[in-house]
């Protein structure tokens, strides 16, 4: 049994002590200089240290028809598994990293407020807290290193405890004046190339460096090298916890709104020690825009900003400058992002006294995700294992809350024939005859509000939990609980107060039902007609047949041993199954002789799980085959002999085995598929 040494030697021997060295590197002025000429990205804007911890994680470029994507893995959170991982938006995301790059590269965009805007829950929060977290981690390691400056104390030069440090951070190079500063320039980016990274220096002292630089001046008459001297170099390790270069805003009731919470304020029990409420000692420079310098300030529902600080926020994103009471403009280097929804978003539209912040902000749409796939992957970051809260999640249970979710922010299609599950589909990459690329993105084009409107994730998500407790005598939740709580909660939902649209998304409840109806109908199907053994003998049979057909021969009974004629009427009712007319039978037939030749010159056996229209052909052939067989109406009677009740058990077995069912679910859906069929609706799906 091991005591607490040894659990204090394990902690011992994996911490990296050289790590922790370099994180809280101090050193002299001179010494930074050194740091500067070797890494000059320590020196880089708030913006370029932002876009390049973007960039660091990598880019994924993917091209469809004419249609260019770009996806940044950094929005799937892989420090932190996927728990903030946004899904679906890499157009949007696209469009925020274009509006960084050109902040970085200093071409006018560093100069505005980014603006997230979309309906509430399409992460626009979540973005801005990824983009907090990663350049705190950014700061800890190497490629993202930064520093800041300090003064020693002149009665205790040696002790680095003893180090006025900066209260805003600020880059070191500061302290250059600005006659030098070109020259200085020139010295540090000598013997690099235009396409390397540059030193620019730009900025000057807050008011407490300014104070301390002019005080070590006067003392050394003069002497600039000596005040140098007086300077300490330390890396700066960003943190919203510690409140060191990460800032967040957030509008309180108005009559609790004090600008000073932005810019600092008088600290007065240091008037006394000072003499003078203008003494920048005698001030605390800990507002959020002072204390997110070097890093990023997040100001949640912007919009709802007191006009008060909305001055304060003009400043500083257009000048870079903030005011704090009683000292001069101050220089400011951070990114500034705020994030509003729709309704705030139009106030500020109608307000002609809000024209200079609209100028002042680049618009950046955060949508809703209109692609089913990424859609279901947002609740199963919540919902991800088979059973949640000790109950099994039934299949298709997401994916069907997933589905009306992502119905009721899509536009009705103008496309004659074409309905919005259509659209849904091939937004999610399915193909449907007559669409091709360029049609899925005129229809993306033609809609102008899609993915601005609709269902919040919140409130499905708020839904399928509301299942996952509404039911305690069941082992599992199954699609219809979670449309159903859906439902019952548009009567009162606090967004949407037109009934017109309530009944619109009932609708749509109703489509997601019926899609539902089908996908089982089909799984039912394919777990009867499962038999290995029987798909091979069906599939021989019938290649056989075309065969004898293509080549105009003749089949040999394998029972009479006879030469017959191809049997027509077995072929068609396998061909039917999917579509195939009679005037496209020759065709197909000759198609499938013609794969299987091909395969055979390339050496490889003919496999029909290979061909995915015969396969599933074959499959609704030898349900039809064996539904009678089974008798699975007679479940809905109750009344079930002995050998039938095998059969559907055998059945429900590969529900569980392929389908990812459990035993109450299994049988809630075989009851279900049971009434379908015992009301006479046997249509296959298409």
Known sequence: MSDGRDIIALVAQRQDCDQFRRKN????????????????????????????MILSYGVETTERGR??????????????????????????????MNALKSAAAGYGIERRVLLLHGPVGSSKSTIARLLKKGLERYSAT???????????????????????????????????????????????????????????????????????YYQRLKKYDGDWSRVAQDVRVKRVLLSEKDRVGIGTFQPKDEKNQDATELTGDINYRKIAEYGSDSDPRAFNFDGEFNIANRGVIEFVEVLKLDVAFLYDLLGASQEHRIKPKKFAQTDIDEVIIGHTNEPEYRRLQNNEFMEALRDRTVKIDIPYVTSLTDEV??????????????KHIAPHTIEMAAMWAVLTRLEEPKHAGLSRLQKLKLYNGKTLPGFTEENILELRDQATQEGMIG??????????????????????????????????????????????????????????????????????????????DALKRLCGNYIDNVKAYTQKEKVRNRFTGKSEEPDERLMRSIEEKIDIPESRKDDFRREIMNYIGALSIDGKTFDYKTNERLYKALELKLFEDQKDSIKLTSLVSNVVDAETQQKIDVVKGRL?????????????????????????DVRERK
Request: charged content about 30%; glycine content about 4%; aromatic content about 10%.
């Open 455 to 532: 269902i919040s994730p919140r409130y499905v998500q708020d839904k399928i939990s509301n299942a996952l407790v509404a039911h305690p005598e069941s082992k599992s939740i199954n699609p219809f609980m979670v449309l159903n709580e859906l439902e019952a909660g548009l009567k009162h939902h606090s967004l949407i107060n037109n009934e017109e649209t309530k009944q619109e998304y009932r609708d749509l409840l109703g489509v997601v039902k019926e899609e539902y109806e089908n996908i089982v109908k089909n799984e039912v199907q394919r777990a009867i007609a499962a038999d290995e």
């Open 656 to 680: 569980i085995r392929d389908y990812g069912y459990d035993d109450e679910s299994a049988t809630d859906v075989l009851n279900y598929v049971a009434s379908i069929f015992a009301r006479g």
């Open 377 to 390: 992957k947002i609740y199963e970051k919540d919902y991800n294992k088979n059973t949640v809260r000790g």
């Open 25 to 52: 590197w101090v050193g002299t002025f001179a010494e930074y200089l050194d740091i500067v000429r070797e890494h000059p990205e320590v020196t880089r804007t708030a913006y370029q240290r932002l876009y390049d």
């Open 67 to 96: 249609e260019k994507r770009i996806h940044y893995h950094f929005f799937n959170d892989p420090d932190n598994d996927g728990r903030d991982a946004v899904f679906g938006l890499d157009q949007p995301l696209h469009h925020f």
């Open 142 to 212: 190497d490629d993202g290193a930064l520093y800041t400056l300090g003064w020693v104390d002149e009665n205790d030069p040696e002790n680095i405890a003893a180090v006025h440090w900066c209260p805003m951070n600020e880059e070191p190079l500061h302290i250059f004046p600005q006659r030098f500063r070109a020259d200085v320039e020139a010295k540090l980016n000598a013997g690099k190339a235009d396409n390397e990274r540059q030193v620019k220096i730009e900025g000057e002292l807050d008011p407490f460096c300014r104070f301390m």
